[in-house]
C-alpha cells in the first residue's frame, strides 16, 4: 500500500479539500496509473454532496472522478494490455464479477455487482470504499483500464470517459446514421458530445434548448438546426418527423413536448438524471407506438469502441482546464451551467 494526494469532501456541506488517501500496491491484474487529466462529472457533485441519498448513499471521505487520463507507470506480472509509458483511460468503472449474464454480453455497466470508480465497496480493501480520480495516482484492474488514440487531446479527451460513452451508447443502439433525423435535447456536458457524436454518425442533427444565445455554438458544434425549445411554433414544425431523440437535461422538464416530435416507432432515450420524477402522458408513447428508455454508459468493448471512433473523428469534449485549487469554484460554477462544456483538472497543479 502507498499514499497519494487527493482532493475530498469530508462531509456533505464541506468544500473539497487536499487530503492523502491509500492505494493498494499492483496486484497480479493491476496497472498503475500517474492521473494527468480528470473531468469533472455533474455526478461528482451530486455524490460529494450526497444529493443521491434515496439512490445511494455517500461515504465519506469522498473522492469523486471518473474521466481518468494518464500514463501507466507500473504494471502486474500477469498485465497483457498495457505496458508502462502507455496513455490510458479509466471511467465509471474498476470492476464487475466478470460472470453475470451481463458481464458475458460484455454490458459491465449493468452488472449487479459492479464496482463504480468512487463510492463503491473496496473489495481489495484498501479502504472502506473506492477512490477516483481527483487524485495523483490509481490503481485499476486492466479489464477497465482503456487505450487512449495518440492523436487525441488528453484534455479533452478525459470527458469522453463518461460524457462520450454515455452519448455514445444508446445513439448506437439506435442505429444513428445518414438519412435519419436526431434531436439533442439540451446543449452542456452531455448535450454537446451529442451533437459532435450525432453529427460525425451522419444524422440530421437538431438541437433542443431554452436558451437563444446557444443556437451559434450548437450550429459550431456539428448541429443543422436549432429550435428554442418554449417557442411552440418552431416545436410544431418538426411534431412526428424524428427517428430518435436523445434528452441530455438533468433538470425538471416536460418531455411529452418531445415525444411528440417521434416518428412512429421513434424512440427517446433519457441519459439526464433529474432528481424529481418526471410525468409521462401515455397518450405521448401509445399514439405513434413511440418508446421511452434510458441509458447508463456502456460496457468496457464499447467504451474503446467509442474512444476508437472518436479517434477517427478526432472528437474530444470542449474543456476548460483548470487546476485543482480552483475546484471547489468549478462545482459552484458548474451549477450556474457557466462552462462550456466541461471541466478538466490538470492534475500536475496536485504536485
Same mark, same amino acid.
Given at each position: 500500500?502507498?499514499?497519494?494526494?487527493?482532493?475530498?469532501?469530508?462531509?456533505?456541506?464541506?468544500?473539497? @479539500?487536499?487530503?492523502?488517501?491509500?492505494?493498494?500496491?499492483?496486484?497480479?491484474?493491476? /496497472?498503475?496509473?500517474?492521473?494527468?487529466?480528470?473531468?469533472?462529472?455533474?455526478?461528482?457533485?451530486?455524490?460529494?454532496?450526497?444529493?443521491?441519498?434515496?439512490?445511494?448513499? %455517500?461515504?465519506?471521505?469522498?473522492?469523486?472522478?471518473?474521466?481518468?487520463?494518464?500514463?501507466?507507470?507500473?504494471?502486474?506480472?500477469?498485465?497483457?494490455?498495457?505496458?508502462?509509458?502507455?496513455?490510458?483511460?479509466? &471511467?465509471?468503472?474498476?470492476?464487475?464479477?466478470?460472470?453475470?449474464?451481463?458481464?458475458? !454480453?460484455?454490458?459491465? =455497466?449493468?452488472?449487479?455487482?459492479?464496482?463504480?470508480?468512487?463510492?463503491?465497496?473496496?473489495?481489495?480493501?484498501?479502504?472502506?470504499?473506492?477512490?477516483?480520480?481527483?487524485?495523483?495516482? $490509481?490503481?485499476?484492474?486492466?479489464?477497465?483500464?482503456?487505450?487512449?488514440?495518440?492523436?487525441?487531446?488528453?484534455?479533452?479527451?478525459?470527458?469522453?470517459?463518461?460524457?462520450? $460513452?454515455?452519448?455514445?451508447?444508446?445513439?448506437?443502439?439506435? =442505429?444513428?446514421?445518414?438519412?435519419?433525423?436526431? &434531436?439533442?435535447?439540451?446543449?452542456?456536458?452531455? &448535450?454537446?458530445?451529442?451533437?459532435?457524436?450525432?453529427?460525425?454518425?451522419?444524422?440530421?442533427?437538431?438541437?433542443?434548448? %431554452?436558451?437563444?444565445?446557444?443556437? !451559434?455554438?450548437?450550429?459550431?458544434? &456539428?448541429?443543422?438546426?436549432?429550435?428554442?425549445?418554449?417557442?411552440?411554433?418552431?416545436?410544431?414544425?418538426?411534431?412526428?418527423?424524428?427517428?430518435?431523440?436523445?434528452?441530455?437535461?438533468?433538470?425538471?422538464?416536460?418531455?411529452?413536448?418531445?415525444?411528440?416530435?417521434?416518428?412512429?416507432?421513434? #424512440?427517446?432515450?433519457?441519459?439526464?438524471?433529474?432528481?424529481?420524477?418526471?410525468?409521462?402522458?401515455?397518450?405521448?408513447?401509445?399514439?405513434?407506438?413511440?418508446?421511452?428508455?434510458?441509458?447508463? $454508459?456502456?460496457?468496457?468493448?464499447?467504451?474503446?469502441?467509442?474512444?476508437?471512433?472518436?479517434?477517427?473523428? #478526432?472528437?474530444?469534449?470542449? /474543456? !476548460?482546464?483548470?487546476?485543482?485549487?480552483?475546484?471547489?469554484? @468549478?462545482?459552484?460554477?458548474?451549477?450556474?451551467?457557466?462552462?462550456?462544456?466541461?471541466?478538466?483538472?490538470?492534475?500536475?497543479?496536485?504536485?
Amino acid at each position: 500500500m502507498y499514499q497519494t494526494k487527493a482532493y475530498s469532501a469530508a462531509s456533505a456541506t464541506s468544500p473539497l @479539500a487536499s487530503t492523502s488517501i491509500p492505494r493498494r500496491e499492483p496486484t497480479e491484474r493491476d /496497472v498503475q496509473i500517474e492521473i494527468l487529466f480528470c473531468g469533472i462529472c455533474h455526478s461528482d457533485l451530486h455524490t460529494a454532496r450526497n444529493e443521491w441519498s434515496s439512490v445511494m448513499q %455517500t461515504t465519506y471521505p469522498c473522492v469523486p472522478g471518473h474521466e481518468i487520463v494518464g500514463r501507466v507507470v507500473k504494471v502486474g506480472s500477469g498485465v497483457t494490455r498495457h505496458k508502462a509509458g502507455d496513455i490510458v483511460g479509466v &471511467g465509471c468503472l474498476v470492476g464487475s464479477d466478470q460472470n453475470c449474464p451481463c458481464c458475458q !454480453e460484455n454490458l459491465e =455497466n449493468l452488472c449487479p455487482n459492479g464496482v463504480f470508480t468512487y463510492n463503491s465497496p473496496d473489495k481489495h480493501g484498501t479502504a472502506p470504499v473506492t477512490y477516483g480520480g481527483y487524485s495523483s495516482s $490509481i490503481v485499476v484492474d486492466e479489464h477497465f483500464v482503456l487505450r487512449i488514440p495518440a492523436n487525441l487531446d488528453l484534455a479533452g479527451a478525459a470527458p469522453l470517459l463518461c460524457a462520450g $460513452i454515455t452519448t455514445y451508447s444508446p445513439m448506437k443502439r439506435a =442505429n444513428v446514421g445518414p438519412g435519419q433525423k436526431v &434531436g439533442i435535447v439540451g446543449l452542456g456536458g452531455l &448535450g454537446h458530445m451529442g451533437v459532435k457524436l450525432a453529427s460525425a454518425f451522419g444524422a440530421h442533427v437538431v438541437v433542443f434548448t %431554452t436558451s437563444p444565445n446557444k443556437r !451559434e455554438d450548437a450550429l459550431r458544434l &456539428g448541429a443543422h438546426d436549432v429550435v428554442i425549445s418554449h417557442n411552440a411554433d418552431e416545436m410544431q414544425k418538426h411534431a412526428g418527423s424524428f427517428d430518435f431523440i436523445l434528452d441530455c437535461v438533468s433538470a425538471e422538464h416536460d418531455i411529452n413536448t418531445y415525444l411528440q416530435l417521434l416518428k412512429h416507432d421513434g #424512440n427517446m432515450t433519457l441519459v439526464g438524471a433529474p432528481e424529481k420524477p418526471l410525468s409521462v402522458s401515455a397518450f405521448s408513447l401509445i399514439f405513434g407506438r413511440r418508446s421511452l428508455s434510458g441509458s447508463l $454508459i456502456g460496457g468496457i468493448a464499447e467504451t474503446q469502441e467509442m474512444l476508437d471512433f472518436c479517434g477517427q473523428h #478526432n472528437i474530444t469534449s470542449d /474543456v !476548460e482546464i483548470i487546476p485543482i485549487q480552483k475546484l471547489n469554484e @468549478a462545482y459552484e460554477r458548474m451549477i450556474k451551467s457557466d462552462v462550456k462544456y466541461r471541466f478538466s483538472i490538470d492534475m500536475s497543479s496536485l504536485k
